[in-house]
């Protein structure tokens, strides 16, 4: 992961708190992910571009015409997520205990193959 100036992880901190989701599915494969949706592709560009990981999706094609589409960045990468956690932490409110959670996962079960 690319270094982030301080307003770039705090950016990012902010989209994971209000537009993101910590995902932890022990049972599931991959476990671990994060997503962050929003209806404008260009801002999940940037974070992909800035974070050089994770791809975006076109999450939800709308079937309304006052409704948009939705697009989700997603990457399920361990080691991805913990420097990115570890990077926005400090910035997060809402969800910081669920990226410390994941962080204490990741540690305790590194992946295996």
Do not use: F
């Not at 949706?37 to 006052?66: F, M, S």
């Amino acid at each position: 992961m690319p270094h982030l100036k301080v307003m770039e992880r705090a950016y990012l901190a902010g989209l994971i708190d209000g537009e993101g989701c910590i995902k932890l599915y022990p049972y599931i494969k991959p476990p671990c992910q994060i997503t962050i949706a929003n209806n404008h592709q260009g801002v999940l560009l940037w974070v992909k571009d800035k974070l050089q990981c994770g791809n975006v999706y076109t999450h939800k094609i709308p079937i309304e015409r006052n409704h948009n589409t939705q697009y989700q960045w997603r990457v399920a990468s361990r080691e991805q997520i913990k420097k990115i956690l570890n990077s926005v932490e400090p910035y997060l409110i809402i969800k910081k205990g669920q990226a410390a959670k994941m962080i204490e996962y990741i540690r305790l079960n590194p992946y295996r193959g």
